[in-house]
């Protein structure tokens, strides 16, 4: 199974921006910190991106493909490495792939 995304893991869009978790999760913990699930809500801060002739078009949202069938929480689907993470502009325009640095391949249950 691929690892977990966790709450701290390193996240980041395609053009440098930090993403920000909001976990909803406050039961299932992955190496100390709470599991990231697929309703929770991510926002970019720090795109730089901007489209010729220089109209800034930032990430702002995260919208999240793939996560686990077989793994929930609450209901939820669990969000693994193999999950993508679609960056959108404010006008939802698809800007990329969400960048995963680490994800913590360990669960503890609380």
Do not use: Y
């Not at 730089?48 to 078009?57: E, S």
């Amino acid at each position: 199974m691929p690892a977990i995304l966790q709450q701290g893991v390193t996240l980041m869009c395609p053009h440098g921006g930090t993403v920000m978790p909001v976990p909803t999760n406050v039961r299932v913990k992955v190496g100390g910190a709470f599991a990231l699930l697929q309703a929770d809500v991510f926002t970019v801060v720090g795109c730089p991106f901007t489209v010729p002739p220089g109209k800034p078009q930032p990430c702002l949202t995260v919208e999240w493909q793939a996560p686990t069938v077989r793994l929930t929480i609450g209901g939820q689907a669990v969000l693994t490495q193999s999950s993508v993470g679609l960056c959108k502009s404010a006008e939802q325009i698809v800007q990329g792939t969400v960048i995963i640095i680490a994800p913590q391949p360990r669960v503890k249950g609380t």
